[in-house]
T-cell receptor
Framework: GENVEQHPSTLSVQEGDSAVIKCTYSDSASNYFPWYKQELGKRPQLIIDIRSNVGEKKDQRIAVTLNKTAKHFSLHITETQPEDSAVYFCAASRGGGNKLTFGTGTQLKVEL | GAVVSQHPSRVICKSGTSVKIECRSLDFQATTMFWYRQFPKQSLMLMATSNEGSKATYEQGVEKDKFLINHASLTLSTLTVTSAHPEDSSFYIC???????????FGQGTRLTVV
């Protein structure tokens, strides 16, 4: 089955700096890669996703890149703000209603 | 985005009792629902996938007789934790997908504490 690895497990940045979180996956048939933000005790919220037919997607301060050959994808957050502090999860799926396999999560802390 | 409602948000029960958690898609038809378990500071671990009108598919290591899943309609799936024990205490989250759509919408989660 699919295996998703995520690094780093914790990330501390200064407000205004950029943050990068990286994930690798094992199933070459995976074609859908979402990123979720989860605050303590809350549900995961989709912040951006990318499908395998594109290499990069951007939404304001958030961007995701995908390298299908290397089977890795990354989340980039620019101009970080304290409210970006949360746990971020990457995930991979074969799409079409198939299950998501989640990474282990990254605790992002944005310090003033 | 679509709305998935999960109830209850918190429940405390005694060892040996059963607890039912509901997951509803409020504004779309969810042909597939997923149930996850999340321990503190850990990732979401898929327990089972349920498709409307058919038996759930359980992940390896998940006891199907202990975690009963029913997906009787396109808008409702339930997870029943039978004969709960303290080690079953966890955060349980459902998610739902509409047919042909890959985005998963999550419920708000249920914090189960077994005493």
């Amino acid at each position: 089955g699919e295996n998703v690895e995520q690094h780093p497990s914790t990330l501390s940045v200064q407000e205004g700096d950029s943050a990068v979180i990286k994930c690798t996956y094992s199933d070459s048939a995976s074609n859908y890669f979402p990123w979720y933000k989860q605050e303590l005790g809350k549900r995961p919220q989709l912040i951006i996703d990318i499908r395998s037919n594109v290499g990069e997607k951007k939404d304001q301060r958030i961007a995701v890149t995908l390298n299908k050959t290397a089977k890795h994808f990354s989340l980039h957050i620019t101009e970080t703000q304290p409210e970006d502090s949360a746990v971020y999860f990457c995930a991979a799926s074969r799409g079409g209603g198939n299950k998501l396999t989640f990474g282990t999560g990254t605790q992002l802390k944005v310090e003033l | 985005g679509a709305v998935v409602s999960q109830h209850p948000s918190r429940v405390i029960c005694k060892s040996g009792t059963s607890v039912k958690i509901e997951c509803r898609s409020l504004d779309f038809q969810a042909t597939t629902m997923f149930w996850y378990r999340q321990f503190p500071k850990q990732s979401l671990m898929l327990m089972a996938t349920s498709n409307e009108g058919s038996k759930a598919t359980y992940e390896q290591g998940v006891e199907k007789d202990k975690f009963l899943i029913n997906h009787a309609s396109l808008t409702l799936s339930t997870l029943t934790v039978t004969s709960a024990h303290p080690e079953d205490s966890s955060f349980y989250i459902c998610s739902a997908r509409e047919r042909g759509d890959t985005e998963a919408f999550f419920g708000q989660g249920t914090r189960l504490t077994v005493v």
